[in-house]
């Protein structure tokens, strides 16, 4: 079983930015593919972000490619997803998620690949 816990969301004006944070706990943390998802009100989760367990791969959704940027720290059980030129359409609650006995070098975009999940954390951008 792995935890994990996201923390670093808040309010922002748009252009500003934010760093967020996912701990995991409860199990060896490198061999796990990571990803960053959201949701707004009223719409279905969406992909923004995933990281291969090496770090060397990522990709990111259409919509945020340029502006934010994956990043993990093995050592400290952490993945981080760092926002800048928010936009009021940025405003969601993202979620990390984790996948176990991923390859070195795969990353998934879909929410049905991960088995674990955060309980989000509020980002919200005002105009």
């Known amino acids: 079983q792995v935890q994990l816990v996201e923390s670093g969301g808040g309010l922002v004006q748009a252009g500003g930015s934010l760093r967020l944070s996912c701990a995991a706990s409860?199990?060896?943390?490198?061999?796990?593919?990571m990803g960053w998802f959201r949701q707004a009100p009223g719409q279905e989760r969406e992909f923004v972000a995933a990281?291969?367990?090496?770090?060397?791969?990522?990709d990111y959704a259409d919509s945020v490619k340029g502006r934010f940027t994956i990043s993990r720290d093995n050592a400290k059980n952490t993945v981080y997803l760092q926002m800048n030129s928010l936009k009021p359409e940025d405003t969601a609650v993202y979620y990390c998620?984790?996948?176990?006995?991923?390859?070195?070098?795969?990353?998934?975009?879909?929410?049905?690949?991960?088995?674990?999940w955060g309980q989000g954390t509020q980002v919200t951008c005002s105009s």
């Open positions: 990281i291969s367990w090496s770090g060397g791969n990522t």
């Open positions: 998620a984790a996948t176990p006995g991923a390859r070195s070098g795969s990353y998934y975009i879909r929410d049905v690949s991960y088995t674990y």
């Open positions: 409860g199990r060896t943390f490198t061999n796990y593919a």
